[in-house]
Each structure stands twice: as structure tokens, then as C-alpha cells.
């Protein structure tokens, strides 16, 4: 079981950044594609972005597309999240998760995106973006 952990969140205002990371603990994190989610309170949890294991693939959801970035260092053992000209509707709590990897079930568009192929959950950091 991988442990995962999350920092980075804090207060910014509209239009501001925030570099959230998610580092882990007991395993290697290039073993994992890994997942950024969020969830707003009384919100279903949604997809933010994801990267392959070796970090050459990536995806966004099209509302962060051109101002969220995802990426990795596998030497740190760490991904990242740099969100740029955040939004106030972005406030929500901030998830990495790893991706549970099978062949009938690789990392691509059509199953990144979705929660349930997600294994392993960090707890999350907060993210307030005031107007």
C-alpha cells in the first residue's frame, strides 16, 4: 500500500498560484501514474489532471488546460501540481491518487479521468482561492 501525502494548499487570491506536490512513502512513485482530483464541499470528487509513470503523458480536464501543469520527479519520489490564475471556484480540497494500472485497463484518456481507477488516496490539501 502506498502512502501518499499532499502539501502545497493554502490561501490565494484570485489569479494567484499554488504549487501543490504529492510525495510518497513505502513505495516507489514511479511505479504509478498518478492523479490530481478535487473536491469542493457537497461536490462530487472530479479528475484535475494525471501523468504516466514516466511522465511523457499527460492529461487535464479542459478547465485548467493552458493553466495547470503536472509533473514528476521520480528521483524526489514526487509529483506536482502548479496551478496558475487560480479561480475562486477552484477552492476545494486537493487529491493525488495512484492509478491502478492493469492491461486491460492502461493509463489513457478514457480511464485517467475516472475515480474508481484510482487506488491509493492521500488525504488531501486545502485550497482557498478568494475573490
Known amino acids: 500500500q502506498v502512502q501518499l501525502v499532499e502539501s502545497g494548499g493554502g490561501l490565494v487570491q484570485a489569479g494567484g498560484s499554488l504549487r501543490l506536490s504529492c510525495a510518497a512513502s513505502r513505495r516507489t512513485l514511479s511505479d504509478y501514474a498518478i492523479g490530481w482530483f478535487r473536491q469542493a464541499p457537497g461536490k462530487e470528487r472530479e479528475f484535475v489532471a494525471g501523468?504516466?509513470?514516466?511522465?511523457?503523458?499527460?492529461y487535464y480536464t479542459d478547465s485548467v488546460k493552458g493553466r495547470f501543469t503536472i509533473s514528476r520527479d521520480n528521483a524526489k519520489n514526487t509529483v506536482y501540481l502548479q496551478m496558475n490564475s487560480l479561480k475562486p471556484d477552484e477552492t476545494a480540497i486537493y487529491l493525488c491518487?495512484?492509478?491502478?494500472?492493469?492491461?486491460?485497463?492502461?493509463?489513457?484518456?478514457?480511464?485517467?479521468?475516472?475515480?474508481?481507477?484510482?487506488?491509493?488516496w492521500g488525504q488531501g490539501t486545502q485550497v482557498t482561492v478568494s475573490s
Open positions: 501523468i504516466s509513470r514516466s511522465g511523457s503523458t499527460t
Open positions: 491518487a495512484t492509478y491502478t494500472y492493469t492491461i486491460q485497463r492502461p493509463f489513457m484518456l478514457s480511464t485517467a479521468t475516472t475515480r474508481r481507477n484510482y487506488g491509493s
